[in-house]
């Protein structure tokens, strides 16, 4: 028990999952109307999932989830109104890896905090979060 333990505590320092390109809450300017990419790249694990979705206040957490990606490419769009049909993704299930997230016909009302989880393939490691934020400029 004890060599597992031990053994479960050293995969989790060797693999450590993290973002190697993180946005850090730094700001982003679409134009209104147009599109915006959101990219981050990421090592140290197995992946089950990423998610992009509009920042909980106070938190690092997602409020409200818009996309998920799971490893084997499955794409769950949430038909969340403001959001519905402008929202896409694309993560090929590999780490290290990139996810890019992509919000067409950007509104004043897009101009917010969103955020980047990373869920391990692994119970041993916690999900891991970045956000960004979008400031959106008139035409």
């Given at each position: 028990m004890?060599?597992?333990?031990?053994?479960?505590?050293?995969?989790?320092?060797?693999?450590?999952?993290?973002?190697?390109?993180?946005?850090?809450?730094?700001?982003?300017?679409?134009?209104?109307?147009?599109?915006?990419?959101?990219?981050?790249?990421?090592?140290?694990?197995?992946?089950?999932?990423?998610?992009?979705?509009?920042?909980?206040?106070?938190?690092?957490?997602?409020?409200?989830?818009?996309?998920?990606i799971?490893?084997?490419q499955?794409?769950?769009?949430?038909?969340?109104?403001?959001?519905?049909?402008?929202?896409?993704?694309?993560?090929?299930?590999?780490?290290?890896?990139?996810?890019?997230?992509?919000?067409?016909?950007?509104?004043?009302?897009?101009?917010?905090?969103?955020?980047?989880?990373?869920?391990?393939?692994?119970?041993?490691?916690?999900?891991?979060?970045?956000?960004?934020?979008?400031?959106?400029?008139?035409?």
């Open positions: 004890l060599v597992t333990t031990f053994f479960l505590i050293i995969s989790a320092i060797v693999c450590l999952l993290e973002f190697t390109s993180p946005l850090n809450g730094n700001k982003v300017t679409g134009v209104l109307g147009s599109s915006v990419n959101f990219t981050w790249a990421f090592h140290g694990g197995n992946i089950d999932r990423v998610e992009l979705g509009t920042k909980k206040d106070g938190s690092v957490a997602i409020k409200d989830v818009l996309i998920s799971d490893k084997l499955t794409i769950t769009t949430i038909q969340n109104p403001p959001y519905s049909g402008r929202v896409s993704g694309i993560w090929d299930g590999s780490s290290p890896g990139q996810a890019t997230f992509t919000l067409n016909s950007i509104q004043k009302a897009d101009e917010r905090f969103y955020v980047c989880k990373l869920t391990p393939d692994s119970l041993v490691q916690l999900d891991v979060y970045d956000t960004v934020q979008l400031l959106v400029l008139g035409k």
